[in-house]
């Protein structure tokens, strides 16, 4: 079946090309600027000849589709397939039943971050356990669908993971390149177990970008970095879902973790195309958090010149351990045309609110906690009002990266001068979601002794 209609336009130069035409490392040849999908009904009037099903169809297609037992209907990406038209023969579509993520109520978290009603579309519940396959699927659908044999990625960890396993599923051989020691061995692990050439480069991630940005401009490999902008059509498809589960409502704000500013872009992208469509009245606020260590996007915001200008990264929460972010302009697009805005959190900020998530019984990657992070702060400046509906997207899964985990909870995270800075009451904070491993010999009323201790504890609220 012949479904593709869609052509590619220039995010700066607003030069639109054949989808076919774009270059290697899909850059504008006139101003170096990224691409978005563009379909005829993407913004205007549609034209009869485009004319969509009307939003009720469309929801009820999407519904409908669920209890079907074709792959690309049981695809939390293809679902929505109406939506993103960009590959020829669905038959082609490259799947592993991707996206159909939950959406959890966080009440404790909720009542931290001082608001009445907190929500997390956990995106870490995806095949490989982080958000990246929604746009893998996507883009590495198009790859196989172009015959290219070779595809790759330079990554924190969680992009290669989700490639190496789509590349595997199709069949094609993918090369992964990742900033030596600078990555958590669960995604380490991924990308060899799903085969992958991985390689290590004595460099960070925004030097990988750059070396991997000149091999593919002499060798035949498709590039699966978030500058594909097919890999945002997959990652759009999460608000989609997101409002489908709320049952067509839409949350006042969506909080997102900002590393190479890709993710936020989709998202919006996804509500606007919505909003366009006629299936929601109006946008969410998107707001988007950065650590501390590396935060270009939080500097950008706060600077009245509003100038990017890129940092040497440095955080443990390696996922957005970035400095140089590709797609920054299109996340400061959707903070402007959406509102809302951008913050930092600090390295012992994101742990506790690791924790914080950790103890609700759902857990995440550190990345992804700095969303929560983040919250806590647009409460306490009253950007974000205690009624407003918020949505935390929980880009990992929490087994991503164990290692942070346990130096967190066994107190060996930081270093003591870190710990030094602590205020009393952040201190008491942590002591309290702080739960290491009980070390004890092997007798019974040791046991029974020890439990008895804790036993009598009350459990904090
Ligand atoms: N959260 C996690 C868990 C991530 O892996 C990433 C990015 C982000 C947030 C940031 O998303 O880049 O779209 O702003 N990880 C990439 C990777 C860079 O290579 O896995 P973004």
């Not at 190496?164 to 993918?174: D, E, K, V, W």
């Not at 490999?221 to 997959?234: A, C, D, F, H, W």
């Not at 647009?378 to 009624?387: N, Y």
Request: one cysteine or more; hydrophobic letters at 40%; glycine letters at 6%.
């Amino acid at each position: 079946m012949k479904v593709a209609t869609h052509h590619l336009r220039c995010t700066e130069c607003a030069t639109v090309i054949q989808n076919d035409a774009v270059s290697s490392n899909f850059r504008c040849p006139l101003c170096n600027g990224l691409y978005e999908v563009l379909y005829s009904w993407s913004e205007g009037p549609t034209s009869p000849e485009s004319r969509l099903p009307n939003p009720s169809a469309l929801r009820w297609l999407w519904q409908e589709r669920r209890s079907s037992t074709m792959a690309v209907d049981q695809s939390g990406v293809w679902r929505f397939r109406d939506l993103l038209p960009i590959v020829d023969d669905l038959e082609k579509v490259v799947t592993l039943r991707e996206g159909n993520t939950p959406l959890y109520d966080l009440p404790r978290c909720a009542k931290a971050a001082g608001i009445d009603w907190l929500l997390a579309k956990h995106q870490g519940m995806n095949p490989t356990g982080s958000f990246k396959d929604t746009g893998m699927t996507a883009a590495l659908s198009v790859a196989a669908q172009r015959g290219f044999e070779w595809v790759a990625c330079a990554s924190t960890g969680n992009t290669s993971a989700a490639m190496a396993a789509y590349a595997a599923r199709a069949g094609l051989r993918s090369i992964v390149f990742i900033p030596e020691g600078k990555i958590a061995w669960g995604k380490l692990s991924q990308s060899m177990d799903y085969g992958a050439l991985t390689i290590q480069l004595k460099t960070d991630f925004d030097g990988c970008v750059k070396i991997l940005g000149e091999l593919v401009q002499k060798f035949p490999i498709y590039l699966l970095n978030s500058v594909n902008p097919y890999r945002l059509e997959g990652q759009k498809t999460p608000a989609f879902e997101m409002v489908e589960q709320m049952d067509w409502q839409v949350p006042e704000h969506i909080v997102v973790p900002g590393g190479n500013l890709a993710n936020s872009a989709a998202l919006a992208k996804g509500f606007s195309e919505m909003f366009q469509l006629g299936l929601i009245p109006r946008r969410p606020k998107i707001s988007i958090i950065q650590a501390e260590g590396a935060n270009p996007l939080y500097r950008w915001f706060i600077d009245s010149n509003r100038e990017m200008k890129p940092v040497t990264a440095d955080t443990r929460a390696t996922a957005i351990r970035i400095g140089n972010p590709a797609s920054w302009r299109k996340a400061a697009k959707a903070i402007d045309e959406l509102g809302g805005w951008c913050e930092q959190a600090s390295e012992q900020e994101i742990a506790l609110a690791k924790a914080e998530i950790g103890a609700e019984g759902i857990g995440c990657e550190p990345a992804s906690a700095v969303t929560l992070a983040g919250l806590k702060k647009l409460v306490a400046l009253g950007k974000i009002t205690p009624e407003e509906r918020v949505v935390l997207i929980l880009t990992g899964h929490t087994l991503k990266d164990s290692a942070y985990t346990i130096d967190y909870h066994r107190n060996e995270l930081f270093t003591d001068a870190e710990n030094a800075q602590l205020s009393q009451a952040e201190r008491i904070q942590h002591a309290a979601l702080r739960k290491a491993p009980i070390v004890l010999e092997a007798d019974p009323s040791l046991v029974l002794r020890t439990l008895e201790s804790h036993m009598n504890q009350p459990q904090p609220a």
